[in-house]
């Protein structure tokens, strides 16, 4: 019996590591004489699954494993990888025959059929208008709202498709706290002044009646339709998982050890249905092992909490810390060892300044943690990059003065004639930025430079836009476009637009004949006018064969439904091409590395922070005013009253809070944002193998030299100050 927790920081080898604990587990179960068990290994994405078995297999062949590798390539080796949704699906099927449930694979809705799910509860809810003055007073309030806020003009079924896209990706029992809230909210008269606090906190009421249609219409659909979402499937797991857990564990005996990557993304929910199973791998002599680092999570936005990888730590039979670099020159490494195990002792000076709203004793609490995340064993490595010259180091370019974006842009191009100089080409230089606007205001920059996002929404393609606009209700713009880009061929082209029309609208075309109409003007754009889209449209007619096959009776009306509430959104990710700057977002780094990396905007807040829209916090039940405890106390026929100890609610508290249960649930939500702001600057600066170069510019005027910001921070000449020779 085995709990190992592994550390590994950026470049120390994560997954070489966990490739090898997979060859040597499952190697120990082929030479045992035991046919039972087996190597379970849960990753968050399938490209990282698919990236695992390669590398496992690469392994196995290295280490002189002959048998593993050939059982691996015939696909009859023990070894299971999973994402966490695909492992929530599998114990969903084990539960269903136990719990008298269905457990076909119809059952589920997938996130694409979710459209049409949406848009068969507006077309109800719509209808409602006819008959329901209270329904349409309240989407009427609904509507005003969105005007106020949003300052522009809203139809009632984006009111409506917002309202049931939220229903649709939160758990059933969220979505019964959001009513149960509502109906509280209704229900007081002449509020006290405790229930006014509360009433601040939670998120903006949009009307009762609304809420409660919605919801009612997506419970008769799931009755009648009899159909669930993976969220239902998530709560019914983790009802399980925390109340009858020796309903998961029987699901125990298949693994003999199992391997969780990138453990720092989990989120509270997802571990709360992990533990049982892992303790009862452990309680069977099995092995259990969590590999992450903590410090690249970036993903508190979603949930993530890598608080449970340093529980688990503090509580493993096997500790250890990859502290050996493998992706970066030796300069990188050691200033980023300087930095980052100095960072939050450097930061205590800067703690009490600046704006109001970071308070001395926020700041204080959140810096406690860094200094936890940041000590000097779990920052300081080793560097182990092997470079066929010695050229590399780090160099921070100080703006003059805030919004001089001439100065910026000179910057740049001065690092750019220093790499031409050593010889690194355009594909191994790489832009980070921390948002997707800071991507246009890189291009209007440089507006010269050949920049290339890495990941691009299919729907930038613009054949492919102007294509199922026409394939909608041709307009002028779509008949000028044609006639511009083909000229003479426009008729031609025209032809086959209305050839595509007519083939998807006829009731008898299969789903192969609507896909070939498709294929063959998508052909004609990229053959002729726009080959720079064949990879767009390579990729929407994949998604789109697979939407008719599971859908072989879809028209005009569904496919386009599809393609502006999914289909123009699918990310193609573009791969670097030469001669060519590759863009990125610092999220979408992760896991990548360029020989040289540019990060041209350093200035994001550094100790501070804003609540900007509501999230879900636990809260005491002894914190809430008896009359909010008595509405939730519906909640007890899903959980029993005696783990009822606390409550998750959706808040959005501000900082100037005086109640001690709102002001920590604001430092937990504090302290979250600023190590997410410097896990961003972390994961940025390490993605380098050997020229790493940060443009920063002077903090505002309301803050003080050095104060809360990036910018501010590296106003102090002589911190991480290391300039390449």
Not at 6 to 18: D, H, N, P, R, V
Not at 292 to 312: E, F
Not at 701 to 723: D, H, R, V
Request: net charge positive; aromatic share 10%; with cysteine.
């Amino acid at each position: 019996m085995s709990l190992r927790v592994i550390l590994a920081s950026a470049g120390a080898g994560k997954t070489q590591e966990l490739a090898s604990l997979s060859v040597r587990a499952l190697d120990q179960r082929l030479s045992s004489s035991t046919t039972e068990g087996g190597v379970l290994a849960i990753t968050f994405t399938r490209n990282a699954a698919a990236e695992l078995k390669a590398r496992i297999l690469s392994v196995a062949i290295e280490t002189g494993h002959n048998l593993l590798a050939r059982k691996l390539i015939l696909n009859q080796a023990p070894l299971y990888t999973s994402t966490i949704d695909g492992l929530i699906r599998e114990l969903y099927f084990h539960l269903a025959p136990l719990l008298g449930l269905a457990a076909y694979q119809d059952l589920i809705v997938e996130e694409e059929d979710q459209i049409e799910v949406r848009a068969l509860l507006i077309s109800e809810l719509l209808q409602k208008l006819k008959g329901s003055p209270s329904f349409l007073r309240t989407l009427r309030q609904a509507i005003r709202l969105e005007l106020e806020t949003a300052g522009k003009r809203v139809k009632p079924e984006a009111i409506l498709h917002q309202e049931c896209h939220r229903q649709l990706t939160e758990t059933p029992l969220q979505s019964h706290i959001r009513l149960l809230l509502h109906k509280w909210h209704t229900s007081l008269i002449h509020p006290t002044e405790e229930e006014k606090r509360w009433l601040s906190i939670l998120p903006t009421q949009k009307g009762e009646y609304l809420i409660t249609s919605i919801y009612q219409a997506l419970h008769t659909y799931r009755l009648t339709a009899q159909r669930l979402f993976l969220s239902d499937l998530t709560t019914l797991v983790w009802l399980t998982a925390r109340h009858v857990p020796e309903l998961l564990t029987e699901r125990a005996s298949l693994y003999t050890h199992i391997l969780i990557d990138e453990a720092q993304d989990t989120s509270p929910l997802q571990w709360e249905i992990l533990w049982p199973l892992l303790q009862e791998v452990l309680a069977q002599n099995g092995n259990v092992t969590l590999i992450g680092d903590p410090k690249q999570s970036i993903y508190a936005w979603r949930g993530a909490d890598y608080s449970q990888v340093l529980h688990a730590w503090d509580k493993a039979d096997e500790q250890k810390t990859l502290s050996d670099n493998f992706r970066s020159h030796a300069s990188i490494v050691c200033f980023n060892n300087n930095l980052y195990s100095k960072l939050p002792s450097l930061l205590e000076k800067y703690k009490s300044s600046g704006k109001k709203r970071n308070s001395y004793s926020y700041a204080t609490k959140a810096i406690e943690e860094l200094k936890h995340l940041y000590n000097i064993s779990k920052v300081c490595q080793t560097p182990k990059y092997i470079s066929s010259c010695e050229a590399g180091g780090v160099e921070i370019k100080r703006l003059t003065s805030r919004g001089n974006e001439t100065e910026r842009a000179k910057a740049i191009r001065e690092i750019i004639d220093f790499l031409n100089q050593k010889g690194v080409p355009a594909e191994e230089t790489a832009f980070l930025v921390r948002r997707n606007e800071d991507v246009a205001k890189l291009r209007s920059l440089l507006p010269d430079l050949p920049l290339q996002v890495q990941s691009l929404p299919i729907g930038n393609a613009t054949t492919l836009t102007v294509t199922l606009r026409y394939f909608h209700q041709p307009g002028p713009v779509e008949s000028c476009f044609l006639r511009w880009v083909a000229g003479e061929d426009a008729p031609y082209l025209e032809q086959e637009l209305d050839i595509l029309k007519s083939t998807v609208d006829e009731s008898d075309s299969t789903p192969l004949q609507k896909w070939k109409a498709f294929y063959k003007v998508g052909e004609l754009w990229w053959s002729k006018y726009f080959p720079s889209q064949r990879a767009h449209w390579m990729l929407f007619l994949s998604r789109l064969y697979t939407l008719l096959l599971r859908h072989p009776f879809y028209g005009r009306a569904e496919i386009l439904r599809w393609w502006e509430n999914k289909g123009k959104y699918i990310e193609l990710q573009i791969p670097s091409s030469p001669g060519i700057y590759p863009v990125t977002t610092i999220h979408r780094a992760k896991g990548l590395a360029w020989r040289a990396v540019i990060l041209p905007f350093v200035e994001w807040d550094l100790l501070s922070t804003q609540w900007r829209s509501p999230t879900w916090q636990k809260v005491p039940a002894s914190a809430l005013p008896p009359s909010l405890r008595k509405t939730l106390s519906a909640l007890d026929k899903y959980l029993p009253t005696s783990d009822l100890t606390s409550y998750l609610l959706p808040l959005k508290i501000s900082s100037d809070t005086k109640e001690e249960v709102f002001s920590e649930l604001y430092f937990a939500y504090f302290k979250s944002q600023v190590i997410e702001n410097v896990n961003l600057h972390y994961v940025a600066t390490t993605r380098a193998r050997e020229y790493l170069f940060l443009i920063t510019s002077p903090p505002l005027a309301s803050y003080q030299k050095g104060a809360n910001s990036w910018g501010g921070f590296w106003t102090e000449e002589n911190l991480g100050k290391q300039i390449i020779p």
